[in-house]
């Protein structure tokens, strides 16, 4: 179900090696993917370091947008599952003592939401 489910938007695990091969400019020497998941044409790469959200733009995808977000400067994360009429789960993600989040990520389920929060929890948290 691989390819629906990213055209469904349903986040998908990504192999590592081919994330650090396409990550190569963005990377620092040394940094390493720990996970990524792709969610229809854009990423979202855990590093030991930082979060990275790459964000493909225009018809083609040729123009990328890449943030990266230490983890140090995430103060707080918010999920949300989906439900019997909002069938989207959110994922938010605030910086700082910023009032809005920074990132909201939408999901058009509950598959992989949880585990990429549980993901963030533990880069966050530790």
Known sequence: MGIFSGLLGN???KDND???RQLENILIPGEQVDLAYVLVRDL???TEKRLILVD?????GKKTSYK???YHS???F???S????DLDAELKIWISSALEPAEVLQFKSDNNVFEIQQALATAVLE
């Open 44 to 46: 979202i790469v855990f």
């Open 68 to 70: 990266s977000i230490p």
């Open 18 to 20: 081919k994330v650090e």
């Open 78 to 80: 918010t999920v949300e």
């Open 82 to 85: 989906s439900g019997n009429f």
């Open 74 to 76: 995430i103060s707080r």
């Open 11 to 13: 986040a998908s695990k």
């Open 56 to 60: 493909k733009q225009g018809v083609t």
